[in-house]
């Protein structure tokens, strides 16, 4: 072979090789792109196939009425989705759960729903745009529907801008309790002036018997206390409806009420110490140790009142007060007290949405809220719960309600969480006399101010 020959095949199999080279990379490249792509499709797949991390948060842990009939449905829906979630389930105590959700509505990081009151409780959260117009929800569920529920049970979740920023789940009625074997003993009529309830008074205090298990410890539970006494008044239903815009609490009506308090305490009609036996439990632990002849309380109390007491208590109105106008026996406070929130950066994001959608599904759900009613819960949703299940007191509490107008609190009204704490924290300074009727009510109204 010649030179010349030798260089043309020596440059022949340079360019082969280089050609080979070229399409083994190139063939690397594509099968790369390939992998890539497939890659792409499978992190673009729908939310609902992948598992999505949620938050729940409430106030019915242990210690609650409510724990033991919500804990097992909750497990029962986590472990129906428990291959597309993971939710995390996050209980506080009342109080430590309200300071949890204003932190974290000033952080703007809010769990993904959780149960919460509406009123001055979730203003903060409307302000900061962190909640959702559940009239989005309700138009994506097809299993829950705002016609489900009684509508005025949206009033507490309303806000000033009409819009409505939570789900009703309980209803709920203020209930005055007597114990009909007391009466019996010491031969005493039920109540039904103010004038009779001093005579009761004066024959129980005589016997060594409280009178009337009510006291104030953070303003529970004076303050329903004190609302139930003020709607018996001329225009004070009026005055609590405009209460959220006039932010005038400081009326005659509201006046008139600390005045009866404070007659109340001076007939010895609480118990001495209204610190100690202040809350809820303290008050019906005196009544249902029968230390007490009579007290005020509401449903979610209802699982820790025993049978034997249940069967021996009637519902009777709160006797009528001094200068009273509007009858007792014709009205009971009634409203919506508890719901839940949703977050509206969760439920707008796409890998989330489907997953709240249906967490939310779960909490008003007919299953839930039918559960919840052995606690002594009140549904806010139009549900049949099978009366003649429930407790006795409920059964009470159910048949005294028939044909009431249901009236509001200040617990519903007042316009700001700071002027709901004043009223709470000021009510205990009444009760211990550390307040007159006067400087009460201008105590509570300067926070408006």
């Avoid at 409780?121 to 529907?145: I, P």
């Avoid at 203020?174 to 009909?180: K, Q, R």
């Avoid at 100690?276 to 009544?287: I, T």
């Avoid at 967490?359 to 003649?388: E, R, W």
Wanted: charge should be negative; charged fraction near 20%.
């Amino acid at each position: 072979m010649s030179k010349l020959s030798k260089i043309v095949l020596a440059f022949i199999m340079v360019a082969v090789l280089c050609f080979c080279s070229v399409a083994c990379v190139s063939s690397k490249d594509s099968s790369s792109s390939s992998d890539a792509s497939q890659s792409t499709d499978k992190s673009a797949s729908p939310a609902s196939q992948r598992k999505v991390s949620l938050s729940l948060a409430t106030n019915w842990g242990e210690g609650d009425s409510k724990f033991a009939y919500f804990q097992p449905k909750f497990e029962e829906f986590a472990n129906a989705n428990a291959d597309s979630m993971e939710i995390q389930l996050i209980t506080y105590s009342t109080e430590d759960y309200k300071t949890k959700i204003r932190t974290q509505t000033a952080s703007g990081d809010l769990p993904d729903a959780f149960t919460f009151w509406g009123g001055p409780l979730m203003k903060n959260m409307v302000d900061a745009g962190l909640l959702l117009d559940v009239d989005e929800y309700f138009k994506d569920s097809t299993t829950v529907k705002k016609d489900d529920f009684d509508p005025s049970s949206f009033g507490y979740y309303t806000a000033a801008d009409g819009k409505v920023y939570g789900i009703p789940i309980e209803s709920t009625r203020g209930v005055f309790l007597v114990n009909t074997e007391i009466f019996k003993k010491y031969n005493l009529q039920f109540p039904t002036t103010y004038d009779d309830l001093k005579n009761v008074s004066k024959v129980l205090n005589e016997n060594g018997i409280i009178p009337i298990a009510m006291a104030s410890n953070g303003g529970q539970p004076a303050e329903f206390f004190f609302s139930e006494i003020y709607v018996q008044f001329s225009g004070a239903e009026e005055e609590l409806d405009k209460l959220p815009s006039s932010k005038k609490f400081n009326t005659q009506n509201a006046l008139k009420v600390a005045q009866i308090i404070e007659d109340m305490i001076a007939n010895n009609m609480f118990p001495e110490d209204t610190v100690a036996n202040g809350g809820w439990g303290p008050c019906l632990q005196l009544y249902t140790d029968q230390k007490a002849a009579m007290t005020y309380t509401y449903p979610w109390m209802f699982e820790f009142i025993p049978e034997n007491i249940q069967e021996i208590s009637e519902i009777i109105p709160l006797p009528k007060m001094p200068g009273a106008d509007i009858e007792p026996s014709t009205i009971m406070t009634g409203f919506t007290i508890y719901g839940f929130l949703i977050n509206k950066a969760s439920y707008t994001d796409p890998v989330k949405h489907d997953a709240v959608l249906k967490l939310c599904d779960f909490l008003a759900s007919d299953d839930l809220s039918l559960s919840l009613t052995n606690s002594g819960m009140v549904p806010a949703k139009k549900i049949d719960y099978g009366m003649s299940k429930q407790k006795l007191i409920y059964q009470k509490m159910m048949k005294y309600a028939e044909g009431k107008k249901l009236v509001q609190v200040h617990y519903t009204k007042m316009p700001t969480q700071d002027s709901l704490n004043m009223l709470d924290t000021s009510l205990d300074e009444l009760f211990i006399k550390a307040l007159s009727p006067q400087e009460f009510v201008d105590k509570v109204q300067a926070t408006l101010e």
